[in-house]
């Protein structure tokens, strides 16, 4: 079975900085990978996905991933981190084999204006 | 299309009464998915259902829960008797195809605090 690993818990930024949130994952043939975001008092919102093709994906708000096969990685980026991007990130692995997403334990961002 | 749809939003209940949750998937989606989210165990996934089955429950924390699913439409999930140790948000979630290359569609969630 595949699991995903966050590594970051907490990451706290300020306005404007710059955001790489970690996520890699064990499962050694294909798999699809997603970035979910809940912002507070919210549900799981789709930020992006992979699943085929160029494996930097962009996705909404300004975010994009980057899957490097060697590494089991799939690591969230964006430039420039806003307030609004506030929020706990969800890295989320699913697999040819089966059908079900397995989550990360997410990581926390407060950006501080 | 509306989305996932779950009810209540906010529940609120006391030890040893039954709670019953509420999901209607995204119309045309196969699989059903039961999440619940707390700040200690983070999203945990309790049981899910491809075409009204369940396939996999091994997630349902002891036998006080129940989930079913008597149409593509319509699925419920139980908890007889309730703990305040099952207080959490309980996301239901659905998708399409097997292998949830789309994403899945959460819905906005049920927050049961037990008192």
């Known amino acids: 079975a595949q699991s995903v690993s966050q590594h970051n818990h907490h990451v706290i930024l300020s306005e404007a900085a710059s955001l790489e949130l970690g996520c890699n994952y064990s499962?050694?043939?294909?798999?699809?990978l997603f970035w979910y975001v809940q912002y507070p008092g919210q549900h799981l919102q789709l930020l992006l996905k992979y699943f085929s093709g160029d494996p930097l994906v962009k996705g909404i708000k300004g975010f994009e991933a980057e899957f490097i096969k060697s590494k089991f990685s799939f690591n969230l980026r964006k430039p420039s981190v806003q307030w609004s991007d506030t929020a706990e990130y969800f890295c989320?692995?699913?697999?040819?084999?089966?059908?079900?997403?397995?989550f990360g334990g997410g990581t926390r961002l407060m950006v501080k204006p | 299309d509306a989305g996932v749809i779950q009810s209540p939003r906010h529940e609120v209940t006391e030890m040893g009464q039954e709670v019953t949750l509420r999901c209607k998937p995204i119309?045309?989606?196969?699989?059903l998915f039961w999440y619940r989210q707390t700040m200690m165990r983070g999203l945990e996934l309790l049981i899910y259902?491809?075409?009204?089955?369940?396939?996999?429950d091994s997630g349902m924390p002891e036998d006080r829960f129940s989930a079913k699913m008597p149409n593509a439409s319509f699925s419920t999930l139980k908890i007889q008797p309730s703990e305040p140790r099952d207080s959490a948000v309980y996301f239901c979630?659905?998708?399409?195809?097997?292998?949830?290359?789309?994403?899945?569609?959460f819905g906005s969630g049920t927050r049961l605090t037990v008192v």
């Open positions: 259902f491809n075409n009204n089955v369940p396939i996999d």
């Open positions: 979630a659905s998708t399409l195809d097997a292998f949830g290359s789309y994403g899945y569609t």
């Open positions: 989320a692995v699913s697999t040819n084999a089966g059908n079900m997403l397995t």
């Open positions: 499962y050694g043939g294909t798999v699809n």
């Open positions: 119309s045309g989606h196969d699989y």
